[in-house]
Nanobody, 124 residues
Framework: VQLQASGGGLVQPGGSLRLSCTAS????????MAWFRQAPGKERDFVSV????????YYAESVKGRFTISRDNAQNTSYLQMNSLKPDDTAVYYC??????????????????WGQGTLVTVSS
């Protein structure tokens, strides 16, 4: 399974970015997709996860109401729309998918497949 994340960049506080994660190597539509982030000097933290049916989503409290996760199973792609960005959102963002078809899972240890990460910097 290969995951390719993209869409990061430099944005001013209050701005928006949309991250994308394209998967290959297995049936994309049968597994949940998640986003994590890792700020400099900190552990990798859960951000959001979406079920394979797209009907269920979970968010970290710190991003709830500002970030929206979605997926397009026909395009094998998951998205993370990030609005009202804050400097504290600065991090490398990783997409991930588990080997097992379980939902929801919010721990780093539960995910076997990871994208390479894309850097989001929120700064004026």
């Amino acid at each position: 399974v290969q995951l390719q994340a993209s869409g990061g960049g430099l944005v001013q506080p209050g701005g928006s970015l949309r991250l994308s994660c394209t998967a290959s190597g297995r049936s994309f539509s049968n597994y949940p997709m998640a986003w994590f982030r890792q700020a400099p000097g900190k552990e990798r933290d859960f951000v959001s996860v979406i079920s394979w049916t797209t009907t269920s989503t979970y968010y970290a409290e710190s991003v709830k109401g500002r970030f929206t996760i979605s997926r397009d199973n026909a395009q094998n792609t998951s998205y993370l729309q990030m609005n009202s960005l804050k400097p504290d959102d600065t991090a490398v963002y990783y997409c991930a998918t588990p080997a097992k078809r379980r939902f929801p899972m919010r721990s780093v240890e539960q995910y076997e497949y990871w994208g390479q990460g894309t850097l989001v910097t929120v700064s004026s």
